[in-house]
């Protein structure tokens, strides 16, 4: 076997740029279906709050299954997670707050609300969580953070949490 690169498509020279044009479209049209339009970057004052936001996410956990649902931003069954004490004053403010909290989470990335629910929800470690979505650690340890400032500022314009 020769060190040669093999290609795992081979064009003809005279149309091979038409082509990778092609693909290039599609591959844009098929990640712009499946990733919702990227939010703006927040304030990095805000990165004071990600531990306000988890215990946020915590309380969610909590309320969801006062309300009698498992939680939307769980994909999967809940084995590991981990919840905080709130009072919650009555159930209609529990079904209130459980459905807000879900509305921002929509609002996020898939990649991002999976990172949030096996990072925050069911304490996992970073390297678990990128063996289980097949990224990189680097990669989850980068945007982790990021998810955690973008559910923050979702929270903030929605006054589900207020900065003191």
Not at 141 to 150: M, V
Request: glycine share 4%; net charge neutral; charged share 20%.
């Amino acid at each position: 076997m020769s060190a040669a690169l093999q290609l795992p498509v081979v064009f003809g020279a005279s149309g091979a740029e038409t082509v990778w044009a092609e693909i290039r479209r599609n591959q844009t049209l098929n990640t712009m279906a499946a990733e919702p339009a990227p939010l703006p970057s927040p304030d990095p004052s805000i990165a004071f709050y990600r531990k306000h936001t988890e215990r946020m996410l915590r309380r969610y956990l909590y309320a969801s299954m006062l309300v009698g649902r498992a939680p939307e931003a769980l994909s999967d069954s809940i084995g590991r997670g981990w919840v905080s004490s709130r009072p919650v004053h009555s159930f209609e403010d529990a079904v209130i707050f459980v459905l807000d909290v879900e509305k921002c989470l929509d609002k996020l990335s898939h990649l991002d609300r999976q990172m949030l629910s096996r990072i925050v929800l069911q304490d996992y470690t970073h390297s678990e969580t990128a063996d289980m979505l097949g990224i990189a650690v680097r990669t989850v340890s980068y945007r982790f953070p990021q998810a955690l400032d973008r559910l923050t500022q979702l929270l903030l314009d929605n006054r589900l949490m207020a900065i003191p």
